[in-house]
C-alpha cells in the first residue's frame, strides 16, 4: 500500500492522485494536494525525505492555506 497522495513529474503537464486518496478524502483535501503539485510544476520544491524543514516548503505551506481557506465553505 503506498502513502503517496499525488505526484508529478517535471516533463509533463499531468498531476497523478493516488485513487484511494481521491475516493476517501474531502475535496478540500484533494484540492490542497493538486494546489501541492501544481507548486512543484511551476517550481517550487521540498526535501525528499521527510524533514522539518519541508512543513514550511512553499508547496506545503500553500496547499495547507488551500484546505484551509476551503474548510470555510
Same mark, same amino acid.
Given at each position: !500500500? $503506498?502513502?503517496?497522495?499525488?505526484? $508529478? %513529474? ?10 484511494? %486518496? *481521491?475516493? $476517501? ?8 494536494? &493538486?494546489? =501541492?503539485?501544481? &507548486?512543484?510544476?511551476?517550481? *517550487?520544491? =521540498?526535501? /525528499?525525505? %521527510? ?8 508547496? %506545503? !505551506? ?8 476551503? !474548510? /470555510? *465553505?
Amino acid at each position: !500500500a $503506498t502513502t503517496t497522495v499525488g505526484y $508529478t %513529474y517535471p516533463n509533463t503537464k499531468r498531476i497523478w492522485v493516488n485513487t484511494k %486518496y *481521491f475516493n $476517501t478524502n474531502p475535496v478540500t483535501s484533494v484540492a490542497s494536494n &493538486l494546489m =501541492h503539485e501544481w &507548486l512543484h510544476k511551476v517550481g *517550487f520544491s =521540498h526535501a /525528499q525525505s %521527510y524533514s522539518t524543514s519541508r512543513d514550511y516548503s512553499v508547496p %506545503y !505551506a500553500i496547499g495547507r492555506m488551500v484546505s484551509s481557506i476551503g !474548510a /470555510q *465553505f
